[in-house]
């Protein structure tokens, strides 16, 4: 059997390099990829904490935000060429439950995950189900298509929150997540965007992207620092982070009838809050967990997007352990690997 190298989840935060079989077309609907490049979430650095703020099954390959070529097409997936280039949905809903059966299918309770729940992509091949693919053009900038995936759940918290040109929008988190909430939100007219971010570099990028005023998140974040720059508090709070401290600040921050989306997801992270100040300034609170694929792979090419200013390091998959070290460190944003080289 051919072999390749693959990253493994091993649990208790072990990741390792190995060498496995190449994934063989087991299902007609399934397509084997040739993995072009793929994104580190920030979900898989949350995923090597212990105890692991992300669930991840132990011996599964890692990586669900990636895109690449098709190498061979099952019987029922003929739709899909050899050298076609496609994105992937990693989520596979189980298509029984409530949530699925009700027109929820984003939301199932026990769907398989590619790199989470079923091999994923920090691999040099990848077997997928055609149902999750999305077509790209060939000549795509392979730094962007590999962030098909987080840039599809940006927009739908997006849809959900449905910003405005008029509302003040404070934003926690100037990583590759939160650099992408920055890009997405001026496509909807945003000008006044306040990030709270955390390390030089991170602040930086924040102000290179858009922010109208980034604050350092070890300086803390009160309503007059927001008031002296808008004389008013913020109509929107993003979470970009996941941090169980943002949401107990957020209520204090803003604006009566203002919307709170928390998208971040940290299982670890903890919030105390009050109840009855969503009562008193008739908050809404709302999480998003979906991915609007469709969309995203429109915007890819958009040059106003330009997934690939956010990428500050690419690297190689044996040298995934420094991807991640630069990454817990903050000293990296957006970090692609490329499997089988550039």
């Keep these: 059997m051919p072999m390749m190298y693959a990253a493994v989840f091993k649990g208790s935060g072990v990741l390792e390099l190995e060498q496995v079989q190449v994934p063989q077309i087991q299902e007609p609907d399934q397509v084997l990829l040739c993995v072009r490049a793929a994104s580190i979430?920030?979900?898989d650095i949350h995923a090597l904490h212990v105890p692991p703020g992300q669930v991840i099954t132990p011996g599964v390959i890692m990586g669900h935000e990636f895109f690449g070529t098709v190498v061979e097409s099952g019987a029922?997936?003929?739709?899909?060429?050899?050298?076609?280039t496609v994105a992937v949905n990693?989520?596979?809903?189980?298509?029984?439950?409530?949530?699925?059966?009700?027109g929820m299918a984003n939301l199932c309770p026990h769907p398989r995950h590619y790199g989470q729940t079923c091999d994923g992509g920090f691999?040099?091949?990848v077997r997928v189900e055609a149902s999750q693919l999305y077509r790209l053009p060939a000549d795509i900038d392979p730094d962007a298509a590999a962030q098909t995936e987080p840039l599809a759940c940006v927009l739908q918290g997006l849809e959900l929150l449905k910003p405005t040109p008029a509302d003040h929008v404070l934003l926690y988190g100037a990583g590759p997540i939160g650099l992408t909430f920055i890009?997405?939100?001026?496509?909807?007219?945003?000008?006044?965007?306040t990030v709270v971010a955390k390390g030089e570099t991170r602040i930086a990028a924040a102000k290179r992207f858009g922010a109208e005023m980034v604050l350092d998140v070890q300086n803390g974040v009160t309503p007059e620092m927001l008031e002296a720059q808008w004389?008013?508090?913020?109509?929107?709070v993003i979470d970009a982070v996941g941090?169980?401290?943002?949401?107990?600040?957020?209520v204090h921050l803003v604006n009566s009838r203002g919307r709170i989306l928390l998208f971040g997801l940290n299982h670890n992270a903890r919030s105390e809050v009050s109840p009855a100040v969503f009562t008193q300034k008739e908050l809404q609170l709302m999480g998003v967990l979906g991915k609007a694929f469709a969309p995203a792979t429109d915007l890819l090419t958009d040059r106003r997007i330009a997934l690939g200013d956010l990428v500050t390091h690419r690297f190689g998959l044996e040298s995934i352990g420094t991807a991640f070290d630069l990454l817990r460190s903050k000293q990296a944003g957006r970090v692609i690997l490329y499997p089988n080289g550039q």
């Design 41 to 43: 979430c920030g979900s």
């Design 76 to 84: 029922k997936a003929r739709q899909y060429r050899p050298g076609d």
């Design 243 to 250: 941090a169980g401290e943002v949401l107990s600040e957020a």
């Design 90 to 102: 990693p989520c596979l809903p189980c298509g029984e439950c409530w949530e699925c059966r009700h």
């Design 123 to 125: 691999a040099e091949y």
């Design 231 to 236: 004389n008013c508090l913020a109509d929107v």
């Design 183 to 193: 890009k997405a939100l001026k496509l909807y007219g945003v000008e006044h965007l």
